[in-house]
């Protein structure tokens, strides 16, 4: 009769735990132990106890995770500075990568801007942005 507490204890636990993460940590381990619960009020002995709460655990592990995971992680934000690649701008300052500088001007913000092939080009030249890493950048002449 004690394993039945236990098994209650760690229910509420892990479940505690999970609604604190929100990470979908420990919910499986929190229904292996409603497993494991249902096992202690049945009457089995503590190792079939303790089996079920692995099996039923580790099943739910690998029958949700992946498509938990899947259905999670398909948060991919997107900025309005995606907008900017493939468009052409006028070089602002003139760009040198080997001295760091070079900026474009769009819609009143400036961008710092680096040669995508290491080349000097001039203010005033028109660019296509081809990528963008961090807060800069990265074009090639037009």
Same mark, same amino acid.
């Given at each position: 009769?004690?394993?039945?507490?236990?098994?209650?204890?760690?229910?509420?636990?892990?479940?505690?735990?999970?609604?604190?993460?929100?990470?979908? &940590?420990?919910?499986?381990?929190?229904?292996?132990?409603?497993?494991?619960?249902?096992?202690?009020?049945? =009457?089995?002995?503590?190792?079939?106890?303790? =089996?079920?709460?692995?099996?039923?655990?580790? &099943?739910?592990?690998?029958?949700?995770?992946?498509?938990?995971?899947?259905?999670?992680?398909?948060?991919?934000?997107?900025?309005?500075? /995606?907008?900017?690649?493939?468009?052409?701008?006028?070089?602002?300052?003139?760009?040198?990568?080997?001295?760091?500088? =070079?900026?474009?001007?769009?819609?009143?913000? &400036?961008?710092?801007?680096?040669?995508?092939?290491?080349?000097?080009?001039?203010?005033?030249? /028109?660019?296509?942005?081809?990528?963008?890493?961090?807060?800069?950048?990265?074009?090639?002449?037009?």
């Amino acid at each position: 009769m004690l394993y039945v507490f236990v098994w209650l204890f760690a229910v509420i636990a892990l479940s505690i735990v999970e609604a604190a993460t929100c990470q979908l &940590i420990s919910i499986w381990f929190a229904i292996g132990g409603v497993a494991a619960f249902i096992a202690a009020v049945t =009457g089995a002995g503590f190792y079939v106890q303790a =089996g079920v709460f692995a099996i039923v655990s580790v &099943i739910c592990l690998l029958l949700t995770r992946p498509l938990a995971k899947k259905i999670l992680n398909n948060k991919i934000i997107s900025t309005n500075s /995606d907008s900017l690649i493939g468009k052409t701008f006028q070089v602002f300052q003139t760009i040198d990568n080997r001295s760091r500088t =070079g900026q474009i001007k769009i819609n009143d913000v &400036i961008w710092n801007a680096r040669s995508d092939d290491e080349s000097i080009i001039n203010e005033g030249c /028109d660019v296509c942005v081809e990528k963008i890493e961090g807060t800069k950048l990265i074009v090639k002449r037009c």
